[in-house]
């Protein structure tokens, strides 16, 4: 049977149109994004040089800042670390500073014990969206792969990430393993989040009593909206004390699940595929670093760069009749 039979024929839902309001401040946001005194700022340059060490020990000749500075730039323009290096170098050059240029083995070495400062807490209850996508190793390429084969698996991540759905910012993140349980991660990325969670949304493999449990310990009030499973019948005390899963079904039992997605506000999870696509297309869709420990500083610096990019502006979008 072909593809899409009877097509003419067939209901067609049409595609929405957005105009921002805000165009030319966007337009202005987005040219900011390539500044490199966006990223090269003033504080990097005052703090350049580490402090001195009280304690036993060779004295580090650059501050957390100067390592994170590089290694943020190294990330946003996707560059190797010896491409930092020049571009490090570049820069303090063309504005005239005395100040000395990390090597990359410097930066490399320094990654994996780098501190590095977690995302901003928001000023009220944040509205959690979480999902995870895979990030590819360092490895043969897809031309390559396609050309001559290769006899060993391909390695990848999973990156884990709750986005605030009010701001668009990435809230909170973690880097395991491929064989890591999404639900198993929820824990970890609540305790990032600094202040009180007003809702947390997530897809169906997020539908364990452990999510409901963990999200209920830190935040009693907060509502979990993850559609049950179709195979999925109410707890023994759902007459009595329903759950908040419980109050799921029985919504969708009798209004349909796509009115229950409506009415709950599932449908804004959305914005965290959104946000997972836009890291892949500014930052890449894999991991440069060889360490575990590297490829965290590296998601985390890249994260504090994504909401950096947001701060600097977004775009206003009314919808088009």
Same mark, same amino acid.
């Given at each position: 049977?072909?593809?899409?039979?009877?097509?003419? $024929? !067939?209901?067609?839902?049409?595609?929405? $149109?957005?105009?921002?309001?805000?165009?030319?401040?966007?337009?202005?946001?987005?040219?900011?994004?390539?500044?490199?005194?966006?990223?090269?700022?003033?504080?990097?340059?005052?703090?350049?040089? *580490?402090?001195?060490?009280?304690?036993?020990?060779?004295? $580090?000749?650059?501050?957390?800042?100067?390592?994170?500075?590089?290694?943020?730039? !190294?990330?946003?323009?996707?560059?190797?670390?010896?491409?930092?290096? #020049?571009?490090?170098?570049?820069?303090?050059?063309?504005?005239?500073?005395?100040?000395?240029?990390?090597?990359?083995?410097?930066?490399? !070495?320094?990654?994996?014990?780098?501190?590095?400062?977690?995302?901003?807490?928001?000023?009220?209850?944040?509205?959690?969206?979480?999902? +995870?996508?895979?990030?590819?190793?360092? #490895?043969?390429?897809?031309?390559?792969?396609?050309?001559?084969?290769?006899?060993?698996?391909?390695?990848?991540?999973?990156?884990?990430? *709750?986005?605030?759905?009010?701001?668009?910012?990435?809230?909170?993140?973690?880097?395991?393993?491929?064989?890591?349980?999404?639900?198993?991660?929820? #824990?970890?990325?609540?305790?990032?989040?600094?202040?009180?969670?007003?809702?947390?949304? *997530?897809?169906?493999?997020?539908?364990?009593?452990?999510?409901?449990?963990?999200?209920?310990?830190?935040?009693?009030?907060?509502?979990?909206?993850?559609?049950?499973?179709? +195979?999925?019948?109410?707890?023994?005390?759902?007459?009595?004390?329903?759950?908040?899963?419980?109050?799921?079904?029985?919504?969708?039992?009798?209004?349909?699940?796509?009115?229950?997605?409506?009415?709950?506000?599932?449908?804004?999870?959305?914005?965290?595929?959104?946000?997972? +696509?836009?890291?892949? !297309?500014?930052?890449?869709?894999?991991?440069?670093? $060889?360490?575990?420990?590297? %490829?965290?500083?590296?998601?985390?610096? *890249?994260?504090?760069?994504?909401? %950096?990019?947001?701060?600097? #502006?977004?775009?206003?979008?009314?919808?088009?009749?």
């Amino acid at each position: 049977m072909p593809f899409k039979a009877n097509a003419e $024929r !067939r209901h067609h839902i049409p595609t929405q $149109r957005h105009r921002a309001t805000n165009s030319a401040a966007y337009d202005a946001a987005l040219r900011q994004r390539g500044s490199l005194t966006v990223w090269f700022t003033e504080a990097a340059i005052a703090a350049w040089k *580490a402090e001195p060490r009280a304690t036993r020990g060779g004295q $580090r000749r650059y501050s957390e800042l100067a390592i994170a500075t590089a290694l943020t730039l !190294r990330a946003v323009f996707r560059l190797a670390l010896r491409q930092t290096e #020049g571009l490090i170098g570049s820069i303090i050059a063309l504005l005239g500073l005395d100040l000395a240029v990390p090597d990359h083995t410097t930066l490399s !070495r320094r990654a994996e014990t780098l501190a590095v400062v977690g995302p901003r807490p928001s000023s009220g209850a944040v509205h959690l969206l979480v999902d +995870s996508t895979g990030l590819k190793l360092c #490895g043969s390429g897809e031309w390559l792969l396609e050309k001559h084969g290769t006899k060993t698996r391909r390695s990848w991540r999973k990156l884990h990430i *709750a986005v605030d759905a009010d701001t668009g910012q990435i809230a909170a993140a973690a880097l395991t393993t491929s064989d890591v349980d999404d639900a198993s991660q929820v #824990g970890a990325l609540l305790d990032q989040v600094d202040g009180p969670v007003a809702s947390f949304t *997530a897809d169906g493999a997020y539908d364990q009593d452990g999510v409901y449990g963990q999200v209920a310990a830190r935040y009693p009030e907060a509502s979990v909206i993850v559609p049950p499973r179709c +195979s999925a019948v109410p707890s023994e005390t759902a007459q009595t004390a329903p759950t908040m899963r419980d109050r799921h079904l029985q919504i969708i039992a009798e209004r349909g699940r796509m009115a229950w997605q409506k009415a709950s506000g599932y449908n804004w999870r959305a914005l965290v595929e959104a946000d997972i +696509s836009r890291f892949k !297309r500014v930052i890449g869709d894999g991991l440069r670093s $060889r360490t575990d420990q590297r %490829r965290a500083t590296e998601i985390a610096l *890249a994260v504090g760069a994504m909401n %950096r990019m947001l701060e600097l #502006g977004r775009p206003d979008y009314v919808r088009l009749p």
